[in-house]
């Protein structure tokens, strides 16, 4: 049985309360149950989960199908779209559908690079356009229009939601974002709340959190080793002395457990930055399990 329908997350945005979101990946079998299972975990304790759109350039079960079970457990979805697997026409026939099953909010991303998944050689990547001008078509369907200048009797609606990379981008660039119609930021991955405030206090004095509110990614880690990779290879994610510490020597259940700790720690921390309206966790993998642990560990009470 369907269960009532989440409040919008664009009321959610405008609240004041601490916004959390979450992410669901799409598994690769085409099997509604794991999705349902994961929807149904998270649709007590976030106020939203992004549905992600072929993560690491893999195929995977269509986000849009994804987005309608997540809605009839009760979850909100914020439908992640690529412009690296689909031209213009399919991008807007997608948006249409999305539109007309009940989706309202989308994520406007380039997409992870082929080299990164199993298709390198096997196909090219379409990218019409990449993501700041994804986030101009959202919005012009929005306003009424499609690409080529027909016009919607019914137009979208869609809360545009676009990715910010902490330490790396520049104000221009998250300006440019906000002109071509982003409403609302999700970073990337922060451990190193300090060096995040850093980039973040000249942003918030361009006056762009008070445009797009801003939620600050949170990763619980569970190793060592995953921190290594993240510090060293993701551009914009640094971690910290402390949080290398706390994850030293641990692995299993236990390097689990001290991963819960790290991210509720982040989250306090973030919680006194000025300006940061929520958090978006990110747990790849095992989302059902981690994310209701740490939004109780953080003490995040969904509103």
């Known amino acids: ?11 959610v945005l405008a609240s004041g309360e601490f916004v959390v ?29 992004n549905v992600t759109d072929n993560q690491a350039a893999t195929v995977k079960l269509s986000p849009l199908a994804c987005a309608v079970w997540m809605m009839r457990e009760g979850l909100a979805p914020i439908l992640q779209v690529t412009t690296r697997d689909r031209n213009v026409m399919a991008i807007q026939s997608d ?9 309202r909010s989308v994520m406007a991303l380039s997409g992870d690079p082929l080299k990164v998944g199993p298709y390198a050689g ?10 700041v001008g994804l986030i101009r078509l959202v919005a012009q369907m929005n306003a009424g229009r499609l690409a080529a200048g027909e016009e919607l009797s019914t137009p979208t609606g869609f809360c545009i939601v676009s990715a910010a990379n902490p330490l790396v981008d ?12 982003v409403q609302c930021f999700q970073t990337n991955i922060v451990y190193d709340v300090g060096r995040f405030v ?10 762009i959190p008070g445009r797009a509110p801003f939620l600050v990614g949170v990763t619980p880690p569970r190793s060592t080793r995953m921190l290594e990779h993240l510090h060293a290879n993701i551009p914009g994610v640094e971690v910290d002395e402390p949080t290398f510490s706390i ?11 001290a991963g819960l700790q790290v991210a509720a720690r982040v989250i306090e921390q973030l919680r ?32």
Do not use: Y
Not at 274 to 282: E, S
């Open 21 to 49: 979101t979450a992410e669901l990946g799409p598994p690769v079998n085409p099997t509604p149950e794991p999705v349902r299972r994961t929807a149904r975990a998270l649709a007590g304790c976030v106020h939203a989960a």
């Open 247 to 257: 994850m030293e020597g641990l692995s299993g259940d236990e390097a689990k457990q």
């Open 95 to 103: 948006l249409l559908g999305a539109w007309a099953l009940g989706v």
């Open 122 to 131: 096997r196909t090219k990547a379409v990218s019409d356009f990449d993501s």
């Open 272 to 303: 006194g930055v000025a300006q940061v309206t929520g958090c978006h966790l990110m747990a790849p993998g095992w989302e059902a399990e981690a994310v209701p642990k740490v939004v109780e560990e953080a003490a995040l009470g969904r509103g």
């Open 198 to 207: 850093e980039w973040f206090e000249p942003v918030v004095a361009a006056g």
């Open 1 to 11: 049985m369907a269960v009532s329908e989440p409040r919008s997350f664009p009321d």
């Open 170 to 181: 520049s104000i221009q660039k998250l300006e440019q974002k906000l002109d071509a119609g």
